[in-house]
């Protein structure tokens, strides 16, 4: 299983992104995709998962400012990160996770860098 994301870069505070993994390979199709990530010096934290039956949970720190969305067919899942504010610079990571005849699978994609700056 390979996870490939895109779309960060460079935005002013107010601005916003949207991030895309996708992943490819076979899948446990009962499984959880979505973003984490790490700061300079910091530890790497959740920002926004959504399983395969659509719940989905976010850090408190983006809730009503990012949107994380997927498409299981496709395999795919999206942030789209809103209101994007200086604390929100970080390498985001694509995570895609399933637990499989008692055995836990966890993937993680190359990151991508966002960076809130004016």
């Known amino acids: 299983v390979q996870l490939q994301a895109s779309g960060g870069g460079l935005v002013q505070p107010g601005g916003s992104l949207r991030l895309s993994c996708a992943a490819s390979?076979?899948?446990?199709?009962?499984?959880?995709m979505g973003w984490y990530r790490q700061a300079p010096g910091k530890q790497r934290e959740l920002v926004a998962t959504a399983t395969s039956s659509d719940s989905t949970n976010y850090a408190d720190s983006v809730k009503g400012r990012f949107t994380i969305s997927r498409d299981n067919a496709k395999k795919t899942v999206d942030l789209q990160m809103n209101s994007l504010k200086p604390e929100d610079t970080a390498v985001y990571y694509c995570n895609l996770q399933y637990v499989q005849y008692g055995r836990r699978y966890d993937y993680w994609g190359q990151g991508t860098q966002v960076t809130v700056s004016s």
């Open positions: 390979g076979s899948i446990f199709r009962f499984n959880s």
